[in-house]
């Protein structure tokens, strides 16, 4: 009986032991596919992180109340040393009290669908343009509908397509204001020269004619001679508008600007009130420019900022003007910059695409060719002018003309496009 004992016991003890080899070697089973279903999740993790890593648009995820619930590493570049998490969207891009109305991502919270858009955003201290994507995210248990947000940058691409555009439009001009200015010249030539042969016998006319005839002849051919006058500024505008090659030479350019402003001291002084500061890098090496065509450009440039603060927005002129213009020079990489920047009420944003229009002006008085042909001079040199109102409200004029001779040719059809 004992032995018989002895042996069931050895069996359970046997029995137990078995048992525990079964559930440890699961155990080691469950163990080695919980390591790989880890070692798969963190490689699906990793892959993830670098897709999302690679995306160059900034990425949010919103809730329904445009509350941001994540973002990607291009929104914190986009806005370094801040935390985005847990801000509104509309609060951290347009400082608005509530949401925009343009958003897409309310129609894609709304409709469920995918929705496209566009706006343009202050950062950091300039216009930012951004073409937007929302997309609706499958609804989470108990955290409310979600959206992704998809932003891309495409500020460059904007300009560059207004350059173009520009460049385009400005060509078409130049050739039409070149043709206009030679078929305008020479009937221009010849009621100019019929109208002072008239003007030199008004004396014989005065011994036989009546006073009134002779006053009024007088009158006319002076009206006649002083419009011609006019036309044949406007002809030498479009002329100087549709020229093609620049003849360079190495310029100082601060000691350019200095001769330049001495030309306009005499009519500075009447106004007391303005100030002008010359902000010339005076280490600045020669560029090669056309003196002429460039020395216009700052006269042009200066003019403008001048008539900005002593021509109010509807053309009356100011009284006792005040403010200051400020011209500075300084160098970039491969390029010298020109910049005049006035202190006046500024170009109104509705004016900005049609400034180096020819003859628009906001101008009571002024041919609207000032920035027109400064535009084709300084493409013609290879270089850019932009205009832009600051956010004071001033406008700023930036010139960029390269360092170097880039023997760029310009045919006339194309000497004011890029």
């Given at each position: 009986?004992?032995?018989?004992?002895?042996?069931?016991?050895?069996?359970?003890?046997?029995?137990?032991?078995?048992?525990?080899?079964?559930?440890?070697?699961?155990?080691?089973?469950?163990?080695?596919?919980?390591?790989?279903?880890?070692?798969?999740?963190?490689?699906?993790?990793?892959?993830?992180?670098?897709?999302?890593?690679?995306?160059?648009?900034?990425?949010?995820?919103?809730?329904?109340?445009?509350?941001?619930?994540?973002?990607?590493?291009?929104?914190?570049?986009?806005?370094?040393?801040?935390?985005?998490?847990?801000?509104?969207?509309?609060?951290?891009?347009?400082?608005?009290?509530?949401?925009?109305?343009?958003?897409?991502?309310?129609?894609?919270?709304?409709?469920?669908?995918?929705?496209?858009?566009?706006?343009?955003?202050?950062?950091?201290?300039?216009?930012?343009?951004?073409?937007?994507?929302?997309?609706?995210?499958?609804?989470?248990?108990?955290?409310?509908?979600?959206?992704?947000?998809?932003?891309?940058?495409?500020?460059?691409?904007?300009?560059?397509?207004?350059?173009?555009?520009?460049?385009?439009?400005?060509?078409?001009?130049?050739?039409?204001?070149?043709?206009?200015?030679?078929?305008?010249?020479?009937?221009?030539?010849?009621?100019?020269?019929?109208?002072?042969?008239?003007?030199?016998?008004?004396?014989?006319?005065?011994?036989?004619?009546?006073?009134?005839?002779?006053?009024?002849?007088?009158?006319?051919?002076?009206?006649?001679?002083?419009?011609?006058?006019?036309?044949?500024?406007?002809?030498?505008?479009?002329?100087?508008?549709?020229?093609?090659?620049?003849?360079?030479?190495?310029?100082?350019?601060?000691?350019?600007?200095?001769e330049t402003f001495s030309l306009?001291?005499?009519?500075?002084?009447?106004?007391?009130?303005?100030?002008?500061?010359?902000?010339?890098?005076?280490?600045?090496?020669?560029?090669?420019?056309?003196?002429?065509?460039?020395?216009?450009?700052?006269?042009?440039?200066?003019?403008?900022?001048?008539?900005?603060?002593?021509?109010?927005?509807?053309?009356?002129?100011?009284?006792?003007?005040?403010?200051?213009?400020?011209?500075?020079?300084?160098?970039?990489?491969g390029s010298v910059i020109l910049?005049?920047?006035?202190?006046?009420?500024?170009?109104?944003?509705?004016?900005?695409?049609?400034?180096?229009?020819?003859?628009?002006?906001?101008?009571?008085?002024?041919?609207?060719?000032?920035?027109?042909?400064?535009?084709?001079?300084?493409?013609?040199?290879?270089?850019?002018?932009?205009?832009?109102?600051?956010?004071?409200?001033?406008?700023?004029?930036?010139?960029?003309?390269?360092?170097?001779?880039?023997?760029?040719?310009?045919?006339?059809?194309?000497?004011?496009?890029?």
């Amino acid at each position: 009986m004992a032995e018989e004992l002895k042996e069931n016991l050895v069996y359970s003890i046997l029995g137990i032991k078995q048992t525990k080899l079964g559930f440890f070697q699961e155990w080691q089973r469950n163990l080695r596919a919980l390591k790989l279903a880890h070692q798969e999740s963190e490689r699906q993790r990793l892959a993830n992180t670098a897709i999302l890593e690679g995306i160059t648009d900034v990425m949010m995820v919103l809730d329904k109340d445009m509350r941001i619930l994540s973002v990607n590493r291009v929104m914190e570049n986009l806005f370094p040393g801040r935390n985005c998490v847990g801000e509104y969207c509309y609060r951290l891009f347009a400082n608005a009290a509530g949401p925009c109305p343009e958003c897409p991502a309310f129609s894609s919270l709304l409709r469920q669908t995918v929705n496209r858009g566009s706006a343009i955003f202050q950062i950091g201290g300039g216009n930012r343009h951004f073409d937007m994507v929302a997309s609706p995210l499958p609804e989470q248990p108990g955290s409310g509908k979600t959206v992704l947000m998809f932003k891309r940058d495409v500020t460059k691409e904007k300009a560059l397509q207004a350059q173009i555009y520009q460049a385009e439009k400005m060509a078409s001009i130049g050739m039409l204001a070149a043709g206009v200015a030679h078929e305008i010249n020479n009937p221009l030539t010849a009621i100019t020269g019929f109208a002072e042969g008239i003007r030199r016998r008004i004396p014989q006319l005065m011994k036989n004619a009546p006073p009134e005839f002779v006053a009024d002849l007088e009158e006319y051919s002076s009206i006649i001679l002083q419009e011609s006058s006019r036309c044949r500024d406007i002809v030498q505008a479009l002329v100087n508008f549709s020229r093609s090659q620049p003849s360079k030479k190495a310029v100082c350019l601060p000691a350019m600007i200095e001769e330049t402003f001495s030309l306009l001291r005499h009519s500075i002084k009447q106004f007391k009130g303005i100030v002008i500061r010359l902000e010339l890098d005076r280490d600045m090496p020669d560029v090669w420019l056309d003196d002429t065509q460039v020395r216009q450009v700052v006269l042009n440039l200066v003019t403008n900022a001048l008539d900005a603060l002593t021509i109010s927005p509807n053309g009356e002129e100011i009284k006792d003007p005040q403010g200051s213009i400020v011209i500075r020079t300084m160098r970039e990489t491969g390029s010298v910059i020109l910049q005049v920047e006035d202190s006046g009420a500024g170009i109104e944003p509705r004016h900005l695409r049609m400034a180096f229009d020819p003859f628009f002006t906001t101008k009571a008085k002024g041919l609207g060719l000032g920035l027109t042909i400064s535009y084709s001079v300084v493409k013609a040199h290879g270089g850019d002018i932009r205009l832009m109102r600051t956010p004071q409200g001033t406008t700023k004029v930036t010139v960029s003309l390269p360092l170097q001779d880039t023997d760029v040719v310009v045919p006339v059809s194309e000497a004011v496009g890029d």
